[in-house]
């Protein structure tokens, strides 16, 4: 480690590695990138299916939101990356762009989506053909199909097509309303994640990747941002030099958090606990969005299921050459549709997982089971991150405010979502791997148990975003060249911009938004 960088990226996650690396390529500048956790060395991080086996260990942040109103007071579990990779060495491996009408709809200069398509392009290597032509073939980040595919997934694109939905062209696609396969970050079988892509394979003689340093608070004199001072594993703590810029990708929840730390945030919030406004922002932390799934899951009299993937011959399958259900990202099909025929894309995820996906998937359960994930895509109710204390090592507090619109709209969406899923598991094509309910409450031609299941069932897949809004205006945090407003040499890059959470998962959008700023900084 040296005293000081041109460039300090803090959080080497999705976009945090991306940035970094790109930075460091081909170019003069020396980049530190610091990471809170260790490296990405874990078995399961490798094995597609095994992410949730992450889930509260020291590979994971293991938050938890406060108690959510509209969903019967329950805290929910709230996993984050704490690793090289970040987010995308626990994630379900799903890699999905987006719809053109969400860079669209972002309305910020540079942001359209044909401005952004290249930047996607930029960090793909699609394998297994591209007869459509959408994707990138040669950049850092492989994605490619399951390779150990339920038979039931088959069945359940066939429902689709039995009822007579559309078919995508591609999920990837421009418009990627349909139904479809979800494409995966995997290469060959295994999961590959941004640090895989990008910090192992390319070469950067002038990137320093400092891991189990923590980032305490952003140094701040005569409004720029000088360095970071940081906390190593050894309970020591330095202060980094930046001579160029920081940048913040510490996601959705660490950087907002980490910004109010500095200083930088709503000044009443900040003189709550104590901390000296440097430079008033209202927006920071504000603005949070998920997606949330309630599920509907019913047994399978068949035993083509996830619930193999613990049997010795998936094993012996994954062992052998990475196939078989221990490569399955789980979300392994999807239709996308719009509940609203006004809307300019699709705002319900369909996802069709085969295994009963309960408690996040951390102790599956024996039974072969088959769940429908009716995702929310553009959720109207938004939450936030605030202090909990002044303490950098004390977790901040996470309001998703699920399901707290005051409309009502994101629950009746859901409901409506749940009525497709109803159809699907009504098919011929799905009929022979349907068994009895799995919720025996759950009675879907009554609207209290309807209401009472979405509420106590519904979960997060997992995507915060949009905490330090991209804009112009007196609410948003970064303008459109992700500089922090009012604050020199200080930008955020990751999930947090994000003006809207997208029509789809959250990972190749992050990843796109740190391709695209490597060229902002670069100043190509
Ligand atoms: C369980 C799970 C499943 C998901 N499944 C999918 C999926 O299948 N497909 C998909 O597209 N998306 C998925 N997502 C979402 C997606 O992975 C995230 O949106 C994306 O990774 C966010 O990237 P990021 O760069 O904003 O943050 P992250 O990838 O979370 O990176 C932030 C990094 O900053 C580090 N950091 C934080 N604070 C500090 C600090 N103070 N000092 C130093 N380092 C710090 C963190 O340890 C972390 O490594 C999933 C997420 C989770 C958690």
Not at 8 to 19: D, E, F, P
Not at 181 to 192: K, S
Not at 371 to 383: F, H, M, R
Not at 476 to 504: F, K, N, Q, Y
Request: charged share 25%.
């Amino acid at each position: 480690m040296e005293d000081s960088y041109d460039y300090i990226v803090v959080g080497a996650g999705s976009a945090g590695c991306a940035l970094a690396a790109r930075l460091a390529m081909g170019s003069p500048d020396r980049v530190a990138l610091i990471e809170a956790g260790g490296p990405d060395d874990h078995p399961a991080i490798k094995i597609p299916i095994a992410f949730p086996t992450l889930f509260g260990g020291e590979n994971d942040w293991d938050y938890r939101t406060t108690p959510q109103p509209g969903l019967a007071d329950r805290v929910i579990r709230c996993p984050r990356g704490r690793v090289l990779g970040g987010s995308s060495s626990l994630n379900a491996n799903v890699w999905t762009r987006g719809h053109q009408a969400d860079f669209d709809g972002w309305a910020a200069k540079g942001w359209s989506y044909a401005e952004v398509e290249p930047y996607f392009r930029r960090a793909e290597r699609r394998s297994g053909g591209d007869a459509s032509g959408i994707y990138g073939l040669d950049g850092p980040l492989h994605v490619e199909d399951v390779r150990g595919e339920s038979e039931a997934t088959g069945a359940f694109l066939r429902a689709c097509a039995e009822l007579g939905l559309p078919a995508a062209t591609d999920v990837n696609a421009a418009d990627s309303t349909g139904y479809a396969r979800m494409p995966t970050a995997q290469r060959r079988g295994e999961r590959w994640s941004s640090a895989d892509g990008y910090l192992r394979s390319l070469v950067h003689p002038n990137l320093d990747v400092l891991t189990r340093l923590r980032t305490l608070r952003i140094t701040l004199s005569d409004g720029r941002a000088t360095g970071v001072e940081v906390l190593d594993e050894g309970g020591v703590r330095r202060t980094i030099i930046a001579r160029r810029e920081v940048v913040v990708s510490a996601g959705a929840v660490n950087t907002p958090h980490l910004l109010m730390l500095s200083g930088i945030g709503p000044a009443d919030h900040l003189a709550e606990h104590g901390i000296d406004c440097v430079h008033p922002l209202p927006g920071v932390g504000s603005g949070l969005q998920d997606h949330l799934f309630t599920p509907l899951i019913v047994h399978c009299p068949r035993p083509v299921t996830l619930a193999s993937a613990s049997e010795a011959a998936a094993l012996d399958a994954y062992e052998k050459d990475r196939r078989g259900p221990l490569t399955s990202n789980v979300a392994e099909a999807a239709y996308f549709t719009a509940s609203d025929p006004a809307s300019p894309g699709p705002d319900l995820e369909i996802s069709f997982l085969p295994c009963a996906f309960v408690d996040h998937g951390v102790d599956p359960p024996p039974e072969h089971a088959l769940t429908i994930a009716v995702v929310l895509l553009q959720p109207k109710s938004t939450g936030r991150i605030r202090l909990r204390s002044p303490d950098p090592l004390e977790s901040p507090e996470i309001d998703p405010g699920y399901l707290s619109d005051p409309g009502g709209d994101d629950f009746r969406r859901l409901t409506y979502g749940m009525k497709i899923a109803r159809r699907m598991f009504g098919t011929a094509a799905l009929m022979p791997y349907i068994g009895k309910p799995w919720y025996p409450d759950l009675d879907l031609g009554d609207s209290g148990s309807v209401e009472d299941h979405v509420r106590r069932r519904s979960d997060t897949v997992y995507h915060l975003a949009g905490t330090c809004r991209m804009g112009t205006d007196d609410d948003s945090v970064v303008d459109p060249e992700l500089r922090v407003h009012g604050v020199a040499g200080l930008r955020v890059v990751d999930a947090s911009v994000m003006p809207r959470i997208t029509r789809g998962h959250t990972h190749a959008p992050t990843v796109m938004i740190a391709e695209r700023a490597a060229d902002l900084l670069r100043g190509t």
